[in-house]
């Protein structure tokens, strides 16, 4: 008999539920190998040059692999290649592959069902990236790519057009998997529904918005520190109920393993506001967080003519006039951490959490009184734009303004309607968030590049800074990761100086599972690395 959960939920939803209820021991021991989560946003493909989004990211991640991966720690380690040289000042890489790595069975490869992966593999799949026809979201990856090539079997070459130390992390990323041609080619767009890859895990089942079911490929290359092959998981089975709140039911009623995130239908009922697992769930839930690569902040479009937003002293008000502690506490059960550094968040080197704003309500007013004297504008007001799933906060944030002496009016629009119009400099000021691509701060530092400046580039607030240039372009071409830190801190310091941002939290990865769930980890790219994980009794 499983084990019952304590709950308060929902008064259990209407109904009268026995949460767990008695099965035979087969059952037990079969559901002892399957991993159960629900993806509520859904999955659009398989085909890993199109995993974009996170829920496309984690269910590819168990069916391809790349050149190289990352670990717990955003180490970036061997995977189908078992090493690698950089030469020629740091723009050639050249990969040596393994020789037992193997595609999953499928017909088409012939009398033994499968094939062994090569250099020509990799070659064919980084084609399809630059395929303008396929117009995979993932070419991006390439864009500082000179050439490419299969030397032989089993030496895989790049070339680069100038130093780029951050590259191999941008290796990690799915869209640099590797897929069979001849697979590829048979189902054209239909590999979407019919993946072949290298994972610990292949594809059996998919019925679309209902069920997706992965099973073991027991081919797979990896072992774990014993030597035992992995993975240790017999099937995945992903469901697709639509919203958070039926979700998590599920989980307590013990139908999935774990779910991620917090959302605030049931926030309350699971953690406190400190953000410390509620005693009602310790005996049967584990609670894991940590730092998690996505910055939450407020923008000022600097080529705006509304004066109030081309006033330096306004700009440092705001980031000064509210507690960011206090947002965090009663917004979000004290999960995340409050943006009292720069633009780059925990868990990055170059992250610096005394180069920020902190709460200094008394030096805001000041700034406010002074703004006044100095233009005549004696009721100083701004707009803030957001979507209805961040309009908490910015009422937050607008009533602690008020106080200081500025008027915010706070305009709600859909997410699609405030992504064209800030790519479009249609917004004074607006919320925004930036989720890392790859696990370096250049790709944070890049959204304040002048040459990145919106609709062509990330630069959404349209920055600029001669100096803040000349040290990211000197930072491509720095190879010692500790001073390049170091320029990392200072470009972010420039930033915050000019304020053209108002950094408001440092997301945290937040994941609850059974008990039985064991060695899920947690990574501050909040991927889903199921490869080691057990279930025990």
């Not at 697979?183 to 290298?198: A, C, K, L, Q």
């Not at 000022?300 to 965090?328: C, H, P, S, Y």
């Not at 119009?421 to 968030?433: E, I, M, V, Y």
């Not at 008990?515 to 909040?526: F, P, Q, R, S």
């Amino acid at each position: 008999m499983q084990k019952p959960i304590k709950t308060l939920l929902f008064s259990l939803l209407i109904f009268s539920i026995t949460l767990f209820s008695c099965s035979s021991k087969n059952n037990k021991n079969n559901d002892l190998l399957v991993f159960r989560y629900n993806e509520h946003k859904n999955i659009s493909s398989l085909d890993p040059a199109f995993s974009k989004d996170l829920a496309d990211i984690w269910a590819t991640h168990q069916l391809f692999n790349g050149l190289v991966q990352m670990d717990d720690q955003l180490n970036v380690m061997p995977c189908i290649a078992k090493n690698w040289v950089v030469t020629d000042s740091a723009k050639t890489y050249s990969f040596t592959l393994r020789k037992d790595v193997y595609f999953h069975k499928h017909y088409l490869f012939g009398k033994d069902s499968t094939r062994t992966v090569n250099a020509s593999d990799f070659e064919y799949s980084f084609n399809r990236l630059k395929d303008e026809k396929l117009a995979s979201p993932g070419s991006w990856v390439l864009k500082k790519v000179e050439s490419y090539a299969a030397l032989n079997d089993s030496t895989f070459q790049i070339k680069l057009k100038q130093p780029f130390p951050a590259f191999l992390g941008l290796l990690t990323m799915k869209y640099c998997s590797v897929v069979p041609k001849e697979i590829v080619e048979h189902y054209g767009s239909d590999f979407r529904s019919n993946p072949i890859g290298t994972g610990p895990f292949k594809f059996k089942r998919w019925e679309e918005n209902v069920k997706l079911v992965f099973r073991r490929n027991n081919n797979y290359f990896e072992t774990d520190e014993k030597g035992e092959q992995l993975p240790y998981l017999e099937a995945i089975a992903i469901t697709f109920l639509p919203d958070k709140q039926s979700e998590f039911l599920q989980f307590a009623q013990g139908n999935i393993d774990f779910v991620s995130g917090l959302d605030a239908s049931y926030k309350d009922e699971i953690l406190t506001a400190e953000g410390k697992l509620r005693e009602l769930y310790a005996d049967d839930v584990n609670m894991i967080r940590g730092p998690y690569l996505n910055t939450e902040y407020l923008a000022f479009f600097m080529e705006t003519e509304v004066e109030e937003i081309q006033a330096l002293k306004l700009r440092q008000a705001i980031n000064l006039g509210f507690d960011r502690t206090k947002m965090i506490t009663y917004l979000r059960n004290g999960i995340g951490i409050p943006a009292t550094g720069g633009f780059i968040p925990k868990g990055l080197p170059g992250f610096d959490d005394t180069i920020g704003f902190t709460y200094q309500p008394e030096k805001a007013k000041q700034l406010v009184l002074e703004f006044k004297s100095e233009t005549g504008i004696q009721k100083p007001e701004v707009t803030l734009t957001t979507t209805s799933n961040y309009l908490s906060f910015c009422e937050f944030i607008q009533r602690e303004i008020q106080k200081i002496g500025i008027n915010v009016n706070v305009d709600v629009i859909p997410a699609s309607s405030l992504k064209d119009a800030k790519a479009n400099g249609q917004l004074d000021f607006f919320r925004a968030s930036w989720i890392a691509d790859y696990p370096d701060a250049e790709n944070y530092l890049s959204l304040y590049y002048s040459k990145n400046f919106a609709p062509n580039g990330p630069n959404y607030t349209h920055y600029s800074s001669s100096e803040f240039d000349k040290m990211y372009e000197a930072s491509y071409l720095e190879i010692n990761p500790e001073a390049r830190a170091e320029l990392y801190t200072k470009m972010d310091a420039l930033i915050i100086n000019r304020a053209p941002i108002v950094p408001m939290f440092y997301d945290e990865v937040v994941r609850f599972t059974r008990k039985e769930v064991k060695d899920l980890g947690i990574n501050a790219t909040n991927l889903l690395e199921l490869k080691k994980v057990k279930k025990t009794e």
